[in-house]
């Protein structure tokens, strides 16, 4: 079993900068696929930004692109998104996901272990 444990949340004016961080517990990420998805009061959960186990590879959301950085520290166990030029739409729960080993994921389905999540709220 994964624990993932999302940190880093809270509340920051439009144009600020958070990076929140998913520390996993139990077995290694090292070897999994990592994902970051987000989820707004009556909306679904979105993909926000992946990355390969090496983190030679990422992805991320169009909405997101050029601002978000997704990357892991493999000997932390650890996963982060930095998030610069936040904007009052980005508000939203964040929770990070671990997925298979080989490829990518955007959808919801593709990952097996999941955080509680995280608030991130931005002002306008």
């Known amino acids: 079993q994964v624990q993932l444990e999302e940190s880093g949340g809270g509340l920051v004016q439009a144009g600020g900068s958070l990076r929140l961080s998913c520390a996993a517990s139990?077995?290694?990420?090292?070897?999994?696929?990592m994902g970051w998805f987000r989820q707004a009061p009556g909306a679904e959960r979105d993909f926000v930004a992946a990355?390969?186990?090496?983190?030679?590879?990422?992805d991320y959301a169009d909405s997101v692109k050029g601002r978000f950085t997704i990357s892991r520290d493999n000997a932390k166990n650890t996963v982060y998104l930095q998030m610069s030029s936040l904007k009052p739409e980005d508000t939203a729960v964040y929770y990070c996901?671990?997925?298979?080993?080989w490829g990518l994921g955007r959808t919801s389905n593709w990952y097996d272990y999941w955080g509680q999540g995280t608030q991130v709220t931005v002002s306008s």
């Open positions: 990355i390969t186990w090496t983190g030679g590879r990422t």
């Open positions: 996901a671990a997925g298979p080993t």
């Open positions: 139990g077995r290694t990420i090292s070897s999994r696929a």
